[in-house]
Structure formats: structure tokens, C-alpha cells
């Protein structure tokens, strides 16, 4: 099998209904370099995401997963490195008529190649990471949204895999909450997983990455650190850093 070392898009197009999403769009991201891609709201943040998992397939251009190319290519041909990466969608996307803990487990309890015993175990294993053990039977309905997001961050996990995609982990969470995941977003890092996150929030795109990307009208127009894109004079970054009176117009 081929390693991942190295998550990839090669001159992507996507349109949908006619409208350009993305265009001639290269993207990299490296394992052990954690990365944010920033544009503005309906820019097409998740789309690129989906495209990476294979969700989607593009118009033109290819995705590879380490040297293996997953455009046009059946799922069942690259299920192995895709188990890979793990996503946390934007909402959670937790099934509500499951537990917490048949949510965590779910994926596991589906592939069935592990006992019952030993996916109990990584249940509370990754549940007591994320600090919401104690939900463990309760709904989805029965919880905060703060620990709905740490229990869908808790069910990436239990798959062990070497890449996370955060998709808005922090929108709508009060200042603890956001401080809380972007720890948690923090200690997964340490512990050797790479982060792929796309967000419109500032302060846990700082905080959580080293390299950041972003998107304006289908294209990249900027690659770079922290202190690069502050010192950025790309009319787009500039605005979207120091919103003007004007941006309310755009
Ligand atoms: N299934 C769909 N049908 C039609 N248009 C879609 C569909 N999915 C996405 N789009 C459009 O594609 C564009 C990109 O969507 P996407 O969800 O990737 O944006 P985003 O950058 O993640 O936005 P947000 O920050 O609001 O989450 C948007 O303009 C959206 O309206
Ligand atoms: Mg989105």
C-alpha cells in the first residue's frame, strides 16, 4: 500500500449547475503541517473537503492520496488509505436515534473485525479524550453543542487515523467552548495527527495552524504562514483580515 504522506489536488475544477466553484485549484497538504483554508461564506470550503475524501468527483484535475489518484476511481479501490482521514463535518452529523456511544463506535461496530469488548473500550477511550465520558449513553438531543462537537471529534478518532479534517469545529460555541475544542484540536496534534481545518474564525485558525490558504472567487490566492498573510498586500486577504465599511457591499 502507498503512504499518505501527502494529500493532494492537481488543477481542480468543480462546477455546480454551471457555476464555478473552483478553478485550476492546486492544493497540498503535508502530513505534520496543520492547515487552515480560510474564504468567505458559500467560497467553497467544504466543497474542496468532500473533493479530498472522494465525497465528490471534479470536473477536471485529480486528487491523490499519497501516489494513489482517487479521481474516477472506484471507493472500494482506495478504502484503505481513506480510512486514513477522518472527518468532522459542520453540523456534527452525529445520528440522533444512536447513543453517544453507539455514535463513537459506529464505524467499528459496521467493519466488524474487532470484538465487542474491545470497541466498548475504545469507545470510552476516545470519549474520555474529548472529556464527555459521562455522556456515553445519553442522545445526541440530550446535549450541549459544545459536547455534540467534542463527541463527533471523539468518533473521528476512534479509527485511529492519521489526518483530521475540522470543518467549522468552533462556529456557534461560546468563548470556553472554542477555547475548549482548539485545546482539544491542540493535544490531537501533539499526539501525531495532522489537521486539516476550514473555518471563517480567525483566532482558531491562528491557534491551531501553521499554514494557511485561502480561497476568493474559485481560486487560491494566497499560501503562507500567520505573519505572511498579515503582512499580506493581496486586496482580498486584507479585507477579509480587516473587514472595512466598504465589505459590507461586496
Ligand atoms: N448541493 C449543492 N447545490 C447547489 N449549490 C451548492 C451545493 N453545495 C454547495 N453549493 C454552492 O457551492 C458554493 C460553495 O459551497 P461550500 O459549502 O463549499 O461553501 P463554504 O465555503 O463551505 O461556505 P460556508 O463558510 O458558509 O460553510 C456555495 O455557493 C454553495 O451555495
Ligand atoms: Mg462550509
Do not use: W
Not at 50 to 75: A, N, Y
Not at 205 to 225: I, K, N, P, Y
Amino acid at each position: 500500500m502507498n503512504s499518505a504522506d501527502l494529500i493532494s489536488m492537481e488543477k481542480l475544477c468543480y462546477s455546480i449547475g454551471g457555476r464555478k466553484i473552483l478553478e485550476d485549484f492546486d492544493f497540498c497538504l503535508e502530513r505534520g503541517v496543520n492547515r487552515t483554508i480560510l474564504g468567505v461564506s458559500g467560497a467553497g470550503k467544504t466543497t474542496i473537503l468532500k473533493l479530498l475524501l472522494g465525497l465528490l468527483q471534479p470536473d477536471s484535475g485529480r486528487v491523490c492520496i499519497g501516489e494513489t489518484c482517487i479521481t474516477g476511481v472506484p471507493e472500494s479501490r482506495f478504502m484503505e488509505l481513506r480510512k486514513r482521514i477522518a472527518i468532522v463535518f459542520q453540523g456534527g452529523a452525529l445520528f440522533d436515534s444512536m447513543t453517544v456511544g453507539e455514535n463513537v463506535g459506529y464505524r467499528l461496530f459496521e467493519e466488524g473485525r474487532l470484538s465487542h469488548a474491545e470497541i466498548e473500550r475504545i469507545i470510552r477511550e476516545k470519549l474520555s479524550f474529548v472529556g464527555v465520558e459521562a455522556a456515553l449513553d445519553l442522545y445526541p438531543a440530550e446535549l450541549s453543542g459544545g459536547m455534540k462537537k467534542r463527541v463527533a471529534i471523539a468518533r473521528a478518532l476512534a479509527s485511529n487515523p492519521d489526518y483530521i479534517f475540522f470543518d467549522e469545529p468552533t462556529t456557534g460555541l461560546d468563548p470556553i467552548g472554542v477555547y475548549n475544542i482548539c485545546n482539544l484540536i491542540l493535544r490531537l496534534q501533539s499526539a501525531g495527527t495532522t489537521t486539516l481545518m476550514v473555518t471563517h474564525d480567525l483566532a482558531t485558525a491562528f491557534s491551531t495552524s501553521q499554514r494557511f490558504t485561502f480561497l476568493h472567487q474559485a481560486r487560491m490566492v494566497f499560501e503562507g504562514t500567520e505573519v505572511q498573510m498579515k503582512a499580506s498586500d493581496i486586496p482580498e486577504v486584507r479585507e477579509f483580515l480587516q473587514p472595512t465599511d466598504q465589505s459590507l457591499f461586496v
